[in-house]
């Protein structure tokens, strides 16, 4: 690895725990993460002739904190100053400062952080937004570009998160339990749909963006770190490595999607498969189910299949059917009638699947599936137009493209007899 490259691993390893101390003392995100870019530039003068510090965090906390303050004087020069009698000691505030922040708990920083971007007050799209730009320290260039809109209309959107949140009043002192309670659901489904924007893109060229996935996953990490023996975060966590290890093999070399049951199974990640088995096995002995641990225990048996004709598609029914009770869903019901055409055949599926047709109109994956089974059925006409409708919604190049094979393949079909 070269000098910049360990560099600016070791500044966005540190950056969720040095924004988050600053942001405690600032209590104003773009103040907090101003100081954090000042230490980070401080950094790249000095460390490759110093060395790297002891405590990335902690240099980086003390040197931001240092040029905020500066900034603060420089800015307080051109104002009236108060009355003596309200004029503190700058020098003892320092002090007090210093250790409030040698003896940080990190672990409330980083809450407090992830908190603050996944206010209930902001939409979804902002929420993500704001975590790329103020946890993850993605340029506004770079969150532009997943989202597919432009810098200036992402610049906007991540400016009006920060207004509604100091809008908002949001408090920057350490969350309560009470608080971590109600708010850790939120912050894990901000990552969970991060992890959804990179997996399967919602438009564009790319059909998966690794980089967003990647993101999320660590992240979620760093989540699990602060909540070691929570279940559903062990089961997100694993959710999120379990899909992830197989991106290798879910797009071809011509950009053509390869269903799970086509894909080389040697190209999935060994090692992220190993992991996030081990963190469902433990999030499921402590026997607190919740939605996150039984898609990852969906997922796991997928991954545990050797071959396709391995896999145990009865019990990843049985998960499908307890998912549809926890957190009913037509997405989780379309779900489940894949497993279901896997055990008793294309019609059954095809029923569960009717009354879907309103509810997920404008969802490509539903005529997908209803294409499928229509064309098991031998129910060419229909499935060719279902097909067709899934082409019109589909979010990407290479999605268009998978139904396209199905299409041709109908054709072709036709033209020899088969099912006609």
């Known amino acids: 690895m070269n000098e910049i490259a360990w560099i600016d691993t070791a500044l966005a390893a540190a950056r969720p725990q040095a924004i988050g101390a600053l942001l405690r003392y600032f209590r104003n995100l773009d103040t907090a993460e101003e100081a954090f870019q000042e230490a980070c530039l401080r950094a790249l003068r000095t460390w490759p002739r110093n060395g790297p510090p002891r405590d990335a965090a902690a240099w980086l906390i003390m040197v931001g904190r240092n040029a905020g303050i500066d900034d603060v004087r420089r800015r307080g020069r051109t104002q009236a100053l108060p009355p003596d009698d309200v004029i503190s000691d700058l020098d003892d505030a320092e002090a007090g400062l210093a250790e409030r922040l040698d003896g940080a708990n990190y672990r409330d920083d980083i809450l407090r952080l992830l908190f603050v971007c996944c206010h209930p007050d902001l939409p979804a799209t902002q929420q993500i937004a704001l975590a790329l730009r103020i946890v993850s320290g993605l340029s506004v260039k770079e969150i532009a570009r997943a989202f597919l809109v432009g810098e200036s209309a992402m610049e906007q959107r991540i400016t009006r998160a920060k207004a509604r949140v100091a809008g908002a009043g949001v408090p920057f002192e350490t969350p309560g339990a009470v608080e ?10 901000m990552l969970y749909l991060l992890f959804n924007e990179g997996y399967s893109a919602s438009g564009g060229e790319a059909h998966v963006r690794s980089a967003l996935c990647d993101e999320a996953i ?86 545990r299949a050797a071959r396709p004709e391995d896999t145990d598609w009865r019990q990843i029914e049985r998960l499908y059917a307890t998912l549809e009770r926890m957190q ?47 064309q098991q059925l031998g129910r060419t006409d229909e499935a060719r137009g279902a097909f067709n409708r899934a082409i019109a919604l589909a979010n990407t190049p290479a999605e268009a493209a998978h139904i396209r094979l199905h299409i041709d393949r109908l054709a072709m079909n036709s033209r020899s007899g088969v099912d006609s």
């Open 328 to 374: 009913p869903s037509p997405v989780v019901t379309l779900n489940r009638a894949v497993a279901i055409a896997k055990v008793q055949g294309p019609e059954a599926a095809l029923a569960l699947i009717e009354p879907l047709a309103d509810p997920l109109a404008g969802y490509f994956l539903f005529f997908g599936v209803r294409g499928a089974l229509l």
């Open 180 to 189: 971590r309670a109600e708010r850790l659901g939120v912050v894990a489904a």
């Open 218 to 303: 660590r992240l979620v990490r760093l989540l699990l770190r602060l909540f070691p023996s929570e279940p559903e975060i062990m089961g997100l966590a694993a959710l999120l490595l379990l899909q992830h290890a197989r991106t290798g093999a879910r797009v071809d070399p011509d950009g053509c999607i390869v269903l799970l049951e086509d894909q080389d199974r040697h190209l999935w990640n060994g090692e992220m498969i190993t992991e996030g088995l081990g963190l469902i096995d433990k999030a499921m002995r402590h026997r607190k189910p919740g939605p996150y641990q039984v898609q990852a225990a969906i997922a796991a048996l997928h991954a």
